[in-house]
């Protein structure tokens, strides 16, 4: 690049003349007005300045419009060895939240429910054990933000509770540990500290980074703790989703039933859901009839963070099966075709591999 007059550059810029010799005052270079001619280094010196103010003012602008995304509740998994205390520590939060609705109370199963404390709210996966996350995380999807791995203190470590924290590592869910049963005259908190130092995770009572929290599903004593970790964990990791996106989730569970059809369970991730949308999940398509809660209310919209049960899908989706929101029948259809396409394609590349390789073997 050669000289360049400062009412060129600033074309070339997109600016002002205004704006160039104000960047230029700042600079320090002088000029006797906007027809001076700038050296070749002082217009390149100029480049790289709205370069890098270009870029400052992307990002700045990326974050504000990340801030701007409200927050959401975090999802959280419970995990263990067998007879840890998995399922009581589940029953234990659902009562808890029971207890806070008058009458009543009937609960349905739609595979999360919700925890309301006053630091916020929690979404736990309804299925205890680590199958139903497996299957769920072999399909791709990332549902729990967080995995409460129970140990009981009676016990300490056991083979499933390291399986636990192998799964939520490559989930890459936060883990928070439960140690469990504290109410029992057997347990020892601190055998559950060294257990987890062995696997080279140092608590933070002995100085580390890893929560480990005593509780007793039974008595109830320190889940509130546990909550309030949960929640804390959850404000670091900054979790938002926009309410106003195209509707994205996973399918928790499906079922068919005799006189509804079918079934399914479903965790809204991003976006809303609502009543007349319609949905693609692996192969399935659906259009949404109807939605209910886990407190069995009608729903009509379902935002992220929450768990309803569904009606209006063609076929059996899978748990762990992403959905997103469609535009109309025709797209559902459509995409929903190209997958079983795609799928019956590989798999047909598939036997012409198997069968050349068999032709190899045999020569
Ligand atoms: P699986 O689903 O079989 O893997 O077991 P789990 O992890 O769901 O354990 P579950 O909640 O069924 O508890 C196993 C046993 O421990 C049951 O008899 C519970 O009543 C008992 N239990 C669980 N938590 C506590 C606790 O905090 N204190 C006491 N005293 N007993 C508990
Ligand atoms: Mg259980």
């Known amino acids: 690049m050669a ?14 003349n205004d704006e160039l010799l104000k960047i230029l005052d700042d600079m320090g270079v002088t000029y006797k007005s906007h027809a001076s001619t700038l050296e070749e280094d002082t217009a390149l010196a100029v480049k790289e300045l709205i370069g890098e103010q270009k870029v400052a003012e992307a990002a700045r602008k990326a974050e504000e419009a990340r801030k ?11 995990m263990g060895h067998v007879d840890h205390g998995k399922t009581s520590l589940l029953d234990y939060l659902r009562k808890s939240r029971i207890a806070e609705k008058e009458a009543g109370g009937i609960t349905q199963h739609v595979g999360a429910f919700e925890v309301k404390t006053p630091g916020g709210t929690v979404v736990f996966i309804d299925t205890p054990g680590h199958e139903a996350f497996t299957t769920i995380r072999q399909r791709g999807a990332k549902v729990a933000d967080i995995a409460v791995i129970v140990i009981a203190a009676t016990e300490g470590v056991m083979p499933q509770t390291k399986e636990a924290i192998a799964h939520a590592k490559a989930s890459g869910a936060k883990i928070i540990f439960a140690a469990n049963k504290m109410d029992l005259p057997g347990a020892d908190i601190n055998k559950v500290y060294q257990d987890l130092m062995q696997l080279g995770l140092v608590p933070v009572a002995y100085g580390g980074d890893v929560e480990v929290l005593p509780i007793s599903a039974k008595t109830g004593q320190g889940v509130a703790d546990l ?7 959850a404000e670091l990791e900054d979790l938002r989703a926009d309410p106003k ?19 399914a369970s479903l965790l809204v991730q991003q976006g809303t ?26 729903r009509t919209e379902a935002g992220p963070g929450s768990a309803v049960q569904v009606l209006g899908f063609s076929e059996l989706p899978s748990a762990g099966d992403t959905f997103t929101w469609v535009p109309d ?22 036997d012409l591999q198997r069968a050349r390789s068999l032709a190899d073997l045999m020569r």
């Open 329 to 350: 029948q025709v797209a559902a259809k459509e995409i929903t075709e190209e997958r079983i396409e795609e799928r019956k394609a590989s798999e047909a590349r598939g």
């Open 245 to 263: 996106a195209e509707a994205q989730g996973v399918i928790l569970e499906a079922r068919v039933d005799k006189q509804a059809g079918v079934l």
């Open 227 to 233: 909550l309030e970790t949960i929640l804390l964990m």
């Open 273 to 298: 859901l609502r009543i007349g949308d319609y949905v693609v999940a692996g192969e399935c398509w659906g259009k949404i009839k109807a939605m209910s809660d886990a407190e069995g209310n009608r």
């Open 68 to 78: 701007s995304i409200p927050h959401r509740p975090p999802v959280v998994v419970i």
């Open 3 to 16: 000289k360049i007059r400062i009412y060129q550059l600033a074309k070339e810029l997109e600016m002002s």
